[in-house]
């Protein structure tokens, strides 16, 4: 048994640290950005900081550029950039890492030279259209009311999607769909690439959100009979839930990594602040019922983080681990979620304001307890699983 | 013991309810709010179809043409005023309703006239302005590093404000600072009326907040040797903490109360979208991780509408009720934000959207942990008492 | 709305108080109590003691003795008896006030001369015989697998019993089972009076149990063709159920009353020994993180306390109350649990000795999170309720 | 960094599971057992069943005829042995194991000798006598008012100790006590060895207590000018609670470990039930309600052996760990607890019985909180070192 780091990583670790702190936290207070997320001309700055800095598309394959780097890597490497919210912007791993993951997994050749090179590069954007409105597709995916029908050796797709995230900034769209065959016959779920401006897809509406972090926030659309060509099938007809899994596992992990960052960056600010503010004759800190939110702070980073790690590692030794990121994205999103609110309250009313991160990332993290499954839908999970044995 | 509501208290909730229902909650969606709150064109309209509902000013006392609630109906009225974030303002039971109660208070006959009057009618505004940046008041409120010097007769105020709510809207501001006498003695702390537009007072910046709900949002201010006359000066020299305690302890258990009625809302959308949404099979309130949550809203919010009255009650019997306050304050503030809380995350995704109340409650009721007095300065005053006996 | 109580109301409970405090609390180190509770003799004591305080059956109907209590007079008598685990029994407030209340709803004239007389004098006690073994009658009491079959114009009643508390000290059993006709037709479920030592009857087991403070501890039992004769059926034949819940309501309530008598203790323990205790320089009490824990404690014990008193009213005003009874019962189940815990805690090592009232007190309130239904069936049955509307 | 186990780790750990399911839990109801623990004769024959099977004393230095585990070793051998509250005993690694570790770090060979190997062997016992009455050693250690006073060149302990664990079952006790020179000066707290049958040594009296696992269970008792020789110094004079930072950091990780094991096995009974006990039409685990229970037990299982190991790699890393090994002990004692607890409540009412292991688990991983320091010490010290940085 080993948790410790090689030096090389711990490096890399110091090194994406300082470019956030130096190079990305002070952008963050840039007017470029709105309710809808960081601006394109804000992205594509941070996008030439993180390239000039190194650090970009680290995760990709090294035949795309990258470092090809472990799952257990991401961890160090993820939290690291999530110390700022802009961070994961700047070098590539957040939006759209989830999208590359999966590219890479079931892409043909040929697919990934077309999408997946240019998400690496930082060329294009994408979005994973799964969610629907009207009782359709939600905590539970198999609810897709989205339809694909064969017209000739085409497909035309139909239905809506809400909670699209990132529509207006993506060059194309990996929609889920249920679908049959000529006769009509059930064959499950399909992912389909869409390119923006295809004919028939529309933005109904940009939805407005707690959560302001994504670039291009998120889209309610409508798809009207838009034709999709065989080429543009992601793995094989039928299998799409199962590819969702494929995509979700390692995604919820990164979420994890990167929420843990900002966590952590919440309790770096309510140590400082507690060191400095006092309050009835002493520091705030020096007050239990401050000193015990930081070190319940400090307890639950300290776990999350080894649980992270801990799935990784499975995922890197070739285990599915559905169960230990079920478990991580459940105690994450609950436990971090917990340090950035002690941490608002450390500061008090100036917590709430945005002159600290905190608030913001507080708005932020309250969306990780429902995307990637809610919670009840993995403890839901979970406890089939241990029912069943 | 009784815990029934009159016939006629019943009826007022009643109407109260409906009026909500029918004419406030559908400007919710009005554009006439931003980031700072809902504008003063709003403010205006919610004001006059209060007046035509003839529900203004409630509160007020009869000879202000209110119906002189004690604390107990106050309880009922301002919760089915919250059941909508814009509902106080029509009530004219927020902002400001703290101010009005502590004028009625300590305020000469002349000064009631000049300030508690128009307030009540809705020609005027207020600010309470005691918290300050840089280690000032806050939590402690003695900390207050703002200056009152005398200067002939009159005081000569200067100091440093901020997260004072509705600055910008009121035309005068109760300004508590640490006075001296001509030798440089001190006094204790004093309130004073500082009128908008005086010389020397100026607004350095406003805040950017979570919340969203308070008319004119959050300032930070200056004074800068504001000059203010004798017959500015609320109730005595000296006393101004035991003013504001006269003040805090009723205008906690207001915002106990509106907010009691905004977790309700979410409460109730979450209610009705748990029988509609379907998941895994069956609508998802027929799961139990749904339903427990219901149950668990349902009993913070049956709870906190007890001690909200128990301790109304108790003011209404002529009791100081400290720690009957404090502890609803913090239990409230607690419960409720859970309440709020379960509620969005019964709706998933579409919850941390803007297409139901819940999410711009959601982001409001952060606060309500941390003004007044955040939960640990309840909890570290009831400790005391409770270790005095 | 009225929180007060009558002078006379005031006065019994300080009578109560007064008396718990002198006769019964040096009774809890008497050596006649064992692992299955406190002995026949003790309990003799305790009831000798009542009786010459005039505190016996205070609840027991003007034409019995008693004062013919009120359920909100019970919530005051009752959490005074409660102060001690030994005060019920002096007060004959528990075991069995239960089964006093439902024989007082249903039983006739003859049924109530036979049976609920004498358990209103001290002269018998009873039990309630639902629970099952193998799958049989328990959070959900449909189960129950117990038969009675007629025989002649008798009964036959044959099964399993078990978590049967003072089955030992019992002179009579109601006894729950399902009913057939001669037909073999299911009737619904019955209660039936067994006598002790009625042929068929017999104790299988002493169970070894977490709590000690039931008189005559828990068995287990059997019944093999035991006769009942239909004077001893109480009520109709098939409304066995719904006659438990005419029980299950009040009783909920009366185990909350007492257990927020003993929970108080246990804060007064622990409020005690956090002004003499010392650690790292002065009174732990002096320590938020030890005066956090009291202030909750108060919290807790303040808002348990209004919400019995609250469905008591309820009670009183003639309604059925089910679900305030089901709110209260896991609110005060839950947190009474945890106000005992935390004063636990306080104490630290001394406080898991019985050097201290606590340390039993924790044992045994952990089973009030599990009869009269465990919070779970009642989350269960109140999110159900909400979901109905 | 790798979270495996090596294959001869792997089946270590499996054969101490057979040994513990086969050999120690049917032992769990040898009634050789009381209120204060299994007998003599029960741990005699833990003891020879232990060394049967070669898992006697594993963690003792290779040179005493153990396998000299490290920590991590540790961590897997200690949790399979704590599957059974008697299993410890089979192993030797409760009660004493933490003084194994402090001897070996701090004792001269020829203290070894006499003290270490006959407790390794099985051969002698040992108390850790420490905590005091009347406001003396406790949570802070540096509150011991026992006096050790030079006679010539022995000597002379004097003062009263309780929750001494074992007393009537060691041969040697040892005593921290403030150490004094022969002008009075004070030198610091030191630990002297004391002989069972020390003239002056005597037990006050035997404590009840609610935990009922440690042979001998606790103690008070006196010393009145124990006569101690310099060659029964453990370690320097004046350095007692340094020393005892040394036995406790790993002490209190062990003490993790085997709670793990018991509460693994509180789980896996609980999962047993859930699936064969049926309510309210199906099995119990198949109503949210209960299998989010089990998801909630399974990650806090996970998340605390993640916490135990980490914290046992620093050890053996040879790093201090204190603030790693503080945290472990707060979030192990917290969340096992609630593991145990929530299994209890699965059950039901038979889960307060002793029909399973849970009930008597339950009772005795209440004192996990409160020995080794309370949550509440933990925490003060980790908020001191956080606000340090």
Known sequence: MDFGLSPELAELERRIHDFVAREIVPLEDDPRQDAHGPSRELCLELQRRGKEAGLWSLHAPR?????????????????????????????????????????????TPEQKDRWLKPLLDGALKSTFAVTEPDNGAGADPTQVMTTARPDGEDFLVSGRKWLI???REAAFHIVMAQTEDAAGARLGATMFVVDAGAPGLREIRRMDMLDDMFPGGHSEIELENVRVTRDRILGEIGRGFRYAQVRLCPARLTHCMRWLGA???????????????????????????????????????????????????????????????????????????????RSLQVLGGIGSSNDTAIARIYRNIRAFRLYDGPSEVHRYALGRAILKG
Chains 1, 2, 3, 4 share one sequence.
């Open 63 to 107: 035949q795309y550029g990258g470092l090809g780097l472990s799952h257990v890597e991401r961890a160090i490497v993820f939290e690291a950039a999530g110390y700022s919210l802009l961070g994961p912007i700047a070098l590539n791993c957040m939006p759209g890492e989830g999208d590359h993951h999966m590219l890479e997994m079931i892409a």
């Open 165 to 167: 995230t990132g529509y």
């Open 263 to 341: 966590a952590r960056r919440c309790h770096d600010i309510a140590v400082k602040y507690a060191r400095w503010r006092r309050a009835f004759g002493k520091p705030i800190g020096e007050h239990e019922g401050v000193s015990f939110m930081l070190a319940d702070n400090q307890m639950d980073l300290h776990h999350c983080r080894l649980a992270v790690r801990h799935a990784c590692w499975l995922l890197d030794q070739g285990e599915e681990a559905r169960e230990e990121s079920s478990m991580c994205k459940v105690y994450c999103s609950e436990k971090l979620a917990q340090v950035v609110d």
